[in-house]
C-alpha cells in the first residue's frame, strides 16, 4: 500500500518554464489537496477536489492550475513558474463526504526551485 | 476566519525531558483538531485528534485534551526521545462550504539530544 506519492521529489526551473506536478492515491479517497509549505508560514491549501470531477481554489491560487485526472490522480500545473513559487509542494487525500474529522493523507512533497 | 498559533520553535530539550508545545486556536463553528508531525525529509502524518471539547487524543505517548473554554490543543509527552526529533503542527478542520478545511500552525521544531 503505497498512500500518496508524488513525482518529481526535486525540480529546478527558470522563470517561465511551466511544469506539472504528479499525484496519485491509492486508498480510494475522494478528496485530494494540494498544498505548499514555505518557512514561518505553515502550510496553505492552493487547491483541492472534494470529489472526481470537481476542483475548488484554496487561498492561494494564482499562478496554478489543476486536473483531477480520475479518483487517484490529481495534478498541479505552473504553466509559468515565478521565483515566488519555490516552495514544497504537498499532496493530501482523505475520505471526503462531510464532517471535519477526516484525516488527511500526506505525500513526501516535492521540493520546487524556481531560478 | 479560522487561525491557528502554536509556539515558536525550535525547542531544544534532553531525551527524557518532559515536552509541552503550546497550541490556541480560533474558530467559529465546531473544528476537529489535530497534531501533526513531520519528520526529515517526508510529508506529514497524523499524530493524534480530538473531534469535540474535552477529548483527549493520545498515540505513541503523546497527548492533547481539547479545551474549549481556553481554545487550546497543548501537546504533551511525559518522556521524549531522539527519533521524537521531528516538526510538529497543531490544526484544525472545519467545514465552511462543505469540503473539509484544514488550517495548520506554522509548526514548532523539536530537537531532542542525547
Known amino acids: 500500500n503505497a498512500g500518496v506519492t508524488q513525482t518529481p521529489k526535486f525540480q529546478v526551473l527558470k522563470t517561465g518554464q511551466s511544469m506539472t506536478l504528479q499525484c496519485a492515491q491509492d486508498?480510494?479517497?475522494?478528496?485530494m489537496y494540494w498544498y505548499r509549505q514555505d518557512p514561518g508560514m505553515g502550510l496553505r491549501l492552493i487547491y483541492y477536489s472534494a470529489s472526481e470531477g470537481t476542483t475548488d481554489k484554496g487561498e492561494v491560487p494564482n499562478g496554478y492550475n489543476v486536473s483531477r485526472l480520475n479518483k487517484r490522480e490529481f495534478s498541479l500545473r505552473l504553466e509559468s513558474a515565478a521565483p515566488s513559487q519555490t516552495s514544497v509542494y504537498f499532496c493530501a487525500s482523505s475520505e471526503g463526504g462531510s464532517g471535519v474529522s477526516k484525516t488527511q493523507y500526506f505525500g513526501p512533497g516535492t521540493r520546487l526551485l524556481v531560478l | 476566519g479560522d487561525s491557528v498559533t502554536q509556539m515558536e520553535g525550535p525547542v531544544t530539550l534532553s531525551e527524557e525531558a518532559f515536552l509541552t508545545i503550546n497550541c490556541t486556536y480560533t474558530a467559529t463553528g465546531y473544528p476537529s483538531l489535530f497534531w501533526y508531525v513531520q519528520y526529515p525529509g517526508e510529508g506529514l502524518q497524523l499524530l493524534l485528534k480530538?473531534?469535540?471539547?474535552?477529548d483527549k487524543g493520545s498515540n505513541k505517548g503523546f497527548e492533547a485534551t481539547y479545551r474549549k473554554e481556553t481554545t487550546s490543543f497543548h501537546l504533551e509527552k511525559g518522556s521524549v526521545q531522539v527519533s521524537d526529533s521531528a516538526v510538529y503542527f497543531c490544526a484544525l478542520s472545519d467545514q465552511p462550504g462543505g469540503y473539509q478545511k484544514v488550517t495548520f500552525g506554522t509548526g514548532t521544531k523539536l530537537q531532542v539530544i542525547p
Open positions: 480530538a473531534t469535540k471539547a474535552d
Open positions: 486508498m480510494n479517497h475522494n478528496s
